[in-house]
C-alpha cells in the first residue's frame, strides 16, 4: 500500500471524486447521494466541500479516494462535533479509512479546541465501519433508535465517540 494522506479537495479532483461517489456499494452505505452528472458534482463541491473547514480528500499516493469531514458544532452543542466518511469499494479492507480516521482525530482538537467529542455513527449492520471506529479509539456507546433518515427509511444507529481526554491512538 501507497502513502495515506488528507488534504482539502479541490475543483480539480471532481473526476477522482465522481469515480468512487457514484460506486452503488459506496452510495449504499454512504449519506452521499448519487450525482447524476459532473455538473451536480461540480454545484455539489463548489456549495458544499470547498467551504466546509474540514472537508478532507483521503488520498492515496495523493490520488483522492474518499472522504472524511467533520463538522464542528455549535451553540450548546460547541463542544462536540460529527465525523463521516466514505472510500471508494476497490480500496475497502486495506486499513485507509482507519488510518484515516486516527489522522483526522490525532489533529482535530488541537485544530477545534472547544471541542471535547467527537461523534460517528455506523449502521448496525455495516461492521467494517464499526471494526474503523473501534480500531481508532472511538467507545461504542449505544443505539440511537430511529434516529435519522437513511435513503428514505428511518434507520437505527450505533452510536460512537472519542473524547479529548481518551488516551491518543497511534496514527501508525
Known sequence: MGEITLRPYEVSDIDEFLEWANDEEVNRLSRLE???????????????????????????????????????????????????????????????????????????????????????????????SIRVLEKAGFQKEGILRKWMVFKGITTDVLMFALLSTDPPVSTS
Request: aromatic share 12%.
Open 34 to 128: 448519487h450525482f447524476n452528472s459532473k455538473e451536480d458534482a461540480l454545484c455539489y463541491f463548489k456549495e458544499v466541500v470547498i467551504p466546509h473547514p474540514c472537508y478532507r480528500a483521503i488520498c492515496l499516493d495523493g490520488r483522492p479516494i474518499g472522504f472524511i469531514a467533520f463538522e464542528p458544532g455549535s451553540g450548546t452543542a460547541r463542544c462536540r462535533g460529527y465525523m463521516g466518511y466514505a472510500l471508494g469499494t476497490k480500496y475497502w479492507g486495506q486499513g485507509i479509512t482507519t488510518k484515516a480516521v486516527k489522522t483526522l482525530t490525532s489533529t482535530l482538537f488541537k485544530e477545534f479546541p472547544g471541542i471535547e467529542r467527537v461523534e460517528a455513527t455506523a449502521g448496525l449492520d455495516n461492521k467494517a
